[in-house]
């Protein structure tokens, strides 16, 4: 008898100590419940027209809301010879060419011999609120851009901002 309750003893302990490792998988699953695993291809991305970049642009979101202040990845599709003028962003931006050749610059003036070409697999990283301006040139390029919202688009030059120009016509 006097073995048997040190063991019980031991167990009972033993079980209190392994109580929290064994419930804590079940609230890491708790705070995971709320993320989910997102998948595409490239051929079922749905595009929609992007009037805010250009006419002839295209963007596809892959993930969040645009609007929100969470993160969020999309794609843009510039058509050929498409200008982007002097533009701010109200979030960080991480780009990734994925197609074609952008010509990317930053500065408050146009300025294209400014541009550096940036081709299939190289990017660049700009901060919220850097002027900043982009064109292709014969070909169209496709671009990804992620960071946290909001995201949107201010132009410097009111007749930079293909919105406006669309409403005068």
């Known amino acids: 008898m006097k073995v048997f309750a040190p063991r019980c003893l031991a167990v009972i302990l033993l079980g209190g100590l392994l109580t929290p490792v064994a419930a804590w998988p079940a609230s890491q699953e708790k705070e995971q419940s709320g993320k989910k695993f997102i998948s595409f291809k490239k051929s079922q991305i749905k595009w929609q027209d992007a009037p805010s970049i250009g006419p002839g642009a295209k963007v596809a979101v892959i993930e969040g809301d645009l609007k929100g202040t969470e993160p969020f990845t999309m794609r843009i599709k510039a058509p050929a010879n498409a200008k982007i003028g002097v533009h701010t962003h109200p979030a960080d931006e ?4 994925l197609e074609g050749t952008l010509y990317f610059a930053t500065g408050d003036k146009f300025d294209a011999k400014k541009a550096t070409a940036y081709n299939a697999g190289d990017g660049f990283i700009v901060p919220q609120g850097m002027p900043m301006y982009a064109f292709t040139k014969g070909k169209p390029a496709t671009i990804q ?12 030059d009111p007749a930079d901002d293909p919105m406006k120009k669309a409403k005068k016509q």
């Open 94 to 97: 991480k780009v990734t060419v």
């Open 145 to 156: 851009l992620h960071g946290t919202g909001p995201w949107g688009i201010n132009y410097h």
